[in-house]
């Protein structure tokens, strides 16, 4: 009897566990899937001077946004429109909303650009994931 209270106990901690781990590495593929993208996004800002888009076609060698997909992501859209100093090229990765952990269902990541101009080139890294799944590098 104690055994199987002792299992019980366990089971009620890891379960949670498990599933906030499961929902971390479903999104650090769209961390991935996202992350890939900014060497051609920095490359096509730093010849043409704007940000590209790849919502309706290829652009720069960016696949259109609904070929840039995984298991867990629906798509990876490149835009936004950036400022003087080079700020506000996003990327950003949609979260599928079928099986998919519930709390990044329809989420999104994105990706910020800025310092384009100066060159020395660094991103944001934002989400309207719950905190528990975002990883600190993404923080």
């Not at 106990?9 to 781990?21: F, H, N, R, S, T």
Request: glycine fraction near 12%.
């Amino acid at each position: 009897m104690i055994v199987v209270a002792i299992v019980g106990i366990l089971a009620v901690i890891a379960v949670p566990q498990y599933q906030d781990y499961v929902a971390r590495a479903q999104f650090a593929e769209g961390l991935t899937l996202a992350s890939a993208q900014k060497a051609a996004v920095v490359e096509s800002f730093s010849q043409r001077g704007f940000c590209p888009s790849n919502s309706y076609s290829e652009y720069d060698g960016i696949p259109v946004s609904g070929h840039i997909s995984g298991s867990y992501v629906q798509s990876v859209i490149v835009g936004g429109s950036a400022t003087e100093g080079g700020v506000g090229c996003t990327i950003t990765a949609t979260f599928r909303t079928e099986n998919v952990s519930p709390g990044l269902s329809g989420k999104t990541l994105t990706l910020t650009m800025f310092g384009g101009s100066s060159g020395s080139i660094a991103w944001l890294c934002k989400s309207d994931a719950e905190n528990r799944y975002i990883p600190r590098s993404c923080t």
